[in-house]
């Protein structure tokens, strides 16, 4: 995949398409399937992924073991596979060099996958917020290589059964199964 490294593990990613291209639906967040994504740094090799749903803000996790594009988005395709499609229709990300083949998740997976302008990670506001959230779990510098994927659906239990106020006191995991329900 072609990019020009600037700032480390920033750089160009070829045929981006942009926040902006969003649908509008997307963006008020009216119809679920729609995620925001990132990876969480720990120290030596360990990451997650972590992903959250745009309308319902439930929170999945994605064990993985290198940072490099074809690690990373061999996971998420892999994951992407254990949800329906019409809960599964774009993710949002940063700019990221880990995820320079975007279109290799694409194509495998058909999810849309969208950037933020650089320097604008409040563009995935619902994943900055999570990411903080994770981070009472997994602070800075910790190895999260040492987390199973067990430990990680626990750490994600925890977050979707957690009320939030912008979902009116509900839970992320009531709002997102009930949208499971409603596609039979």
Same mark, same amino acid.
């Given at each position: 995949?072609? +990019?020009?490294?600037?700032? #480390?593990? @920033?750089? =160009? !990613?070829?045929?981006? %398409? ?12 009216? !119809? ?12 030596? $090799? #360990? ?6 749903? @745009? =309308?319902? &803000? ?7 073991? &290198? ?9 998420? !395709? ?16 940063? &700019? ?41 779990? +997994? ?6 290589? %040492? ?5 990680? $659906? ?21 709002? +997102? ?5 409603? !596609?039979?």
């Amino acid at each position: 995949m072609d +990019f020009t490294t600037k700032g #480390g593990d @920033r750089g =160009q !990613i070829s045929d981006t %398409i942009s926040i902006s291209e969003r649908p509008a639906s997307v963006e008020d967040r009216a !119809i679920p399937g729609h995620w925001e994504g990132d990876l969480l740094f720990g120290s030596a $090799n #360990g990451q997650i992924a972590t992903l959250v749903e @745009r =309308q319902t &803000r439930f929170v999945m996790l994605v064990k993985v073991d &290198r940072k490099d594009t074809e690690t990373v988005v061999n996971a998420l !395709i892999k994951h992407a596979a254990k949800l329906p499609q019409e809960l599964y229709k774009s993710l949002t990300w940063d &700019r990221g060099k880990e995820m320079a083949d975007h279109e290799r998740f694409t194509v495998a997976t058909d999810i849309k996958v969208y950037f933020c302008d650089p320097q604008n990670p409040w563009q995935r506001g619902s994943n900055e917020n999570t990411n903080g959230l994770l981070r009472q779990y +997994f602070p800075k510098g910790l190895d999260l290589s %040492i987390y199973t994927r067990a430990n990680l $659906n626990e750490v994600a239990k925890t977050l979707n059964e957690r009320p939030r106020k912008t979902l009116e006191f509900e839970t992320p995991a009531k709002r +997102f199964h009930q949208c499971v329900a409603s !596609i039979g």
